[in-house]
């Protein structure tokens, strides 16, 4: 049975199979292989999308702008001061005024219960472009990113990631390795651990891939075995500074150094959602660094600077499949067939998602009878 994500929000990974996952993974590297050759891939001219951020973001921000304009869209950007939603207006009555002039919706922000409120208001789908909870499009990135390293051959490889293993990037990263087959391992103290729903939801679709789900807090018994090598920053933004001496104190134990990367297997990679304090050349590392008197963070300089890094810039193109496949404008999923998994070439998406099609009303859910 072919994929079809025509008209779809994307959320969170749990809402996803391992065959659509498996999909948008291709189909971000059919985009890659496009843009690097240089072959145009303009098909959704005349759209518009909107991205609403109440965090602000240099990634994010570019990837959705870049991907975007790339297929020919308009893109519109409402920075944390420039919309009123929450304010003075309520979360569905800014979904409903955005899904009437936009084509799609990203959000970045706080509540997961936003981005859920915005998909199920707006009447057109909505990509999460983070949340406290969750942080699905930077996964799809990691795991192309991971992919690219293996040689697209990731089932029975192991990730671990190490530090604050609560937060959205560990939860997610957790989530997408259960549907994919891969080992996950969290390491790091007993009270930074992803929470037991979570884990609780991820077990059985870990034991129906063939993989395993650890949690340690001991870092030998945590990488040593380890494919990929994954941290965060000690403190999210939004966080209050009053938690840095803690985080400081539970942390500084499982940050990522050369030694760390030695006990993990031969041709071990090191990942990072960025930005990275691994130095004092950013205000808060400065400042961390005259309060606490340590110089780098979650990571060491010298392996962020290492080969082993694999900070890749792979963000704009799962940015393009993201809003490709979910875009409720022409149901281009449903007009080129594809099977399950596979991305078509250039020349068929070209010649399919470029045909002429009549009009096709959207669904308002406020609209009277």
């Known amino acids: 049975m072919g994929v079809n994500l025509s008209g779809r929000s994307f959320l969170k990974l749990l809402d996803l199979t391992t065959e659509e996952i498996e999909y948008l993974l291709k189909l971000s590297k059919n985009f ?12 959704l001219e ?28 308009g893109v519109t950007y409402l920075d944390p001061g420039s919309s009123q939603m929450g304010k003075k207006e309520s979360i569905e009555d800014t979904a409903r005024v955005l899904g009437r002039m936009y084509d799609g919706i ?39 990113t991971v992919q690219e390293n293996f040689n697209y051959d990731i089932k029975g490889k192991t990730l671990v990631f190490m530090g604050d293993c609560k937060n959205n990037v560990a939860r997610s990263l957790m989530v997408v390795c259960s549907k994919l087959g891969m080992n996950f391992v969290a390491c790091g103290p007993e009270e930074c651990m992803p929470a037991d729903d979570v884990i609780e939801a991820c077990k059985p679709i870990a034991e129906a891939n063939g993989c395993t789900i650890k949690l340690t807090t001991d870092v030998k018994d945590g990488v040593t075995g380890a ?17 840095w001496a803690e985080r400081i104190a539970q942390l500084t134990p499982y940050r990522v150094t050369s030694e760390v990367m030695a006990m993990a297997n031969p041709g071990a990679i090191f990942l990072h959602c960025l930005p990275s304090f691994h130095d004092t050349n950013t205000t808060i590392g400065a400042e961390k660094c005259e309060q606490f ?3 780098e963070q979650e990571v060491t300089d010298e392996v962020f600077e290492s080969p082993a890094a694999s900070m890749r810039s792979t963000a704009c193109i799962v940015t393009q499949t993201v809003v490709q496949n979910t875009a409720n404008i022409v149901d281009m999923i449903q007009t080129t067939r594809v099977p399950a998994g596979t991305p078509p070439s250039p020349s068929r998406v070209h010649a399919s998602w470029t045909r002429p099609a009549p009009p096709r009303p959207r669904p308002r859910p406020w609209a009277s009878p």
Request: include cysteine; charge should be negative; charged fraction near 25%.
């Open 32 to 43: 890659k292989d496009m843009k690097r050759a240089g072959v145009p891939h303009r098909y």
């Open 46 to 73: 005349g759209k518009n999308i909107v991205l609403l951020f109440q965090k602000t973001s240099t990634r994010t921000r570019c990837a959705f702008e870049v991907g975007g304009m790339d297929l020919g869209m």
């Open 106 to 144: 990203e959000f970045r922000g706080f509540a997961q219960d936003d981005v859920e409120e915005l998909a199920a208001k707006s009447g057109v789908p909505v990509w999460n472009g983070l949340t406290t909870e969750w942080h699905p499009t930077q996964m799809l990135a990691d795991i192309l």
């Open 227 to 243: 494919d990929a090598i994954y941290t965060d920053v000690w403190v999210s933004m939004g966080e209050p500074d009053e938690v």
């Open 293 to 295: 008197g340590i110089t």
